[in-house]
């Protein structure tokens, strides 16, 4: 069964504190992608990825790291540094990065500060 | 960088024709127009995706006109189930495949 999977579905962070947010794909894809959508937004990019460990950053980098150490994995991390990380959080994924090439959305994780 | 503007908000009855209009003035010249639907808690879902004139698949038709200023998005008969947030997407054309998500048009269907 092929898709985008992200776990957890909900996350809860203390203040202070660093959450790491997991998104896999078994598409084959070389690009990912990972957006905030605040509520009755659209999405912004945080982070993206054309290749295997290579990223770039989107237009709200800040407060927020990521890695592409393999291919079908692009984990966020949201650091302490980001003061308002309440949001959903959704990855996804592309052939590549050409901009006609379609996005593939996983379900989403919806984080929350305690 | 391509900006879209939609409508904030649609309301449809059930087995109607809805079209959703999005407005894209300063579109380049290799930029594809996009369309996703996305339901409350969920990642968007590819609808469809054109450059010109018109194209259709099973879900829906878009229609560009020459100067592709603009695209409407029609979905024929629609149902309850359509009741979801459209966006309407030109992607930033430095071809790093970065989406520009606007606030999207929130279609009601009602029965």
């Known amino acids: 069964d092929g898709g985008i999977t992200q776990s957890p579905k909900y996350l809860f962070r203390k203040e202070g504190q660093n959450v790491t947010l997991s998104c896999e794909q078994n598409?084959?894809?070389?690009?990912m992608y990972w957006y905030r959508q605040d509520p009755g937004q659209g999405l912004r990019l945080i982070y993206y990825?054309?290749?295997?460990?290579?990223?770039q950053k989107g237009d709200i980098a800040e407060g927020y790291s990521v890695s592409r150490e393999k291919k079908e994995s692009f984990p966020l991390t949201v650091t302490s540094a980001q003061k308002n990380p309440t949001a959903f959080y959704l990855c996804?994924?592309?052939?590549?990065?050409?901009?006609?090439?379609?996005?593939?959305f996983g379900p989403g994780t919806r984080l929350l500060v305690l | 960088l391509a900006k879209t503007t939609q409508p904030i908000s649609m309301d449809s009855y059930e087995g109607q024709e809805v079209n959703i209009t999005c407005s894209h003035n300063n579109i380049a010249t290799n930029d594809y127009i996009t369309w996703y639907q996305q339901f409350p808690s969920q990642g968007p879902r590819f609808i469809i995706q054109g450059y010109k004139t018109k194209v259709t698949n099973e879900v829906a038709s878009l229609f560009i006109p020459a100067d592709r200023k603009s695209s409407t998005l029609s979905l024929p008969r629609v149902s309850l189930s359509d009741t979801a947030v459209y966006y309407c997407l030109v992607a930033d054309s430095s071809n790093t495949g970065k989406l520009i998500f606007g606030q999207g048009t929130t279609l009601q269907v009602k029965p």
């Open positions: 598409l084959n894809h070389d690009a």
């Open positions: 990825s054309q290749i295997v460990n290579d990223f």
């Open positions: 996804a994924s592309s052939i590549s990065s050409g901009d006609q090439e379609t996005q593939y």
